[in-house]
């Protein structure tokens, strides 16, 4: 069932790149929680202004390679010139819809879902999530906790708890690895793609 979600303008995009939101997410800790390693192939999904493309670039190195997968082209836009601007060469930002994601089956170690999960219409996205990860590849999904007190962030009624999301993903194709709660204002649910997930 396709429900209406709200999704952040590429007017705002400045707030993505805040110095507040460095610091209360800290992304390059978040990442390494994420298994983020040299040489990996990984999928952005929801990447945005490139808050997190960025860091996860220099994480996998020039052995790697970062696919920035957003369906504004506003985002993409400014994505594009900061990928520009900064000269990194291992970041492909792409275009996609909530329906298809523009790569090959079975072409990524793993995909990063960040804050994007709750804005999804439906969980179509998933599934083409598990059509491009590599048989037991990784989805690591960070949401907001449902009643993380702070300024930043989604309305309380529109985040999802640990449950929600857990069930979300395991109803998509995923099996949970791991869930880390001990973030201030975020968790981070860590799934393996099962085989039977395409």
């Known amino acids: 069932m396709r429900v209406r979600r709200h999704k952040f303008s590429p007017s705002h995009a400045g707030l993505l790149d805040s110095q507040d939101r460095y610091a209360l997410l800290e992304p390059e800790q978040i990442l390494e929680r994420a298994g983020i390693r040299r040489g990996m192939r990984v999928a952005d999904v929801g990447a945005g202004s490139g808050f997190f493309t960025i860091p996860i670039a220099k994480m996998v190195g020039n052995e790697g390679k970062v696919f920035a997968i957003d369906i504004q082209e506003g985002m993409i836009a400014i994505l594009n010139e900061k990928i520009k601007r900064l000269k990194i060469k291992n970041v492909e930002a792409l275009l996609s819809t909530e329906e298809r994601i523009p790569l090959p089956d079975e072409s990524v170690d793993l995909a990063f879902l960040a804050q994007t999960l709750h804005e999804l219409e439906d969980y179509a996205t998933l599934e083409e999530i ?16 449902k009643d993380a007190d702070t300024n930043m962030g989604p309305p309380f009624e529109e985040r999802l708890t640990q449950e929600q999301t857990i069930e979300i993903a395991e109803g998509a194709g995923f099996a949970l690895k791991n869930l880390l709660e001990n973030l201030s204002y975020h968790y981070l649910a860590i799934f393996v793609k099962q085989s039977s997930s395409v």
């Open 130 to 145: 598990g059509r491009i990860l590599k048989p037991r590849g990784t989805l690591a999904i960070l949401e907001w906790k």
